[in-house]
């Protein structure tokens, strides 16, 4: 069984390389694009959803 990552918001949008105000505005918009769970006062993101989010994203050139 694969161990679960928490990322940090900081820590996802790096992986992401997009802006942390990124995600905290897909948060804010209700219309979250990336799964995400709130421990205590902070957001965590799970990393194998990033990269479900990216495969998912990933565009074909034919």
């Known amino acids: 069984m694969m161990e ?5 918001n900081d820590e ?3 992986f992401l390389k997009i802006s942390p105000r990124t995600l ?3 948060r804010s918009a209700r219309n979250a694009r990336i ?3 709130k421990v205590g006062r902070g957001i965590r993101y ?3 959803d990033l ?3 990216i ?3 990933t565009k074909q050139i034919s």
């Open 12 to 14: 996802a949008a790096k």
């Open 55 to 57: 495969n998912a994203n």
């Open 4 to 8: 679960m990552m928490l990322l940090t």
């Open 35 to 37: 799964p995400f769970s």
């Open 24 to 26: 905290t505005n897909w």
């Open 51 to 53: 990269v479900d989010f």
């Open 46 to 48: 799970n990393r194998q």
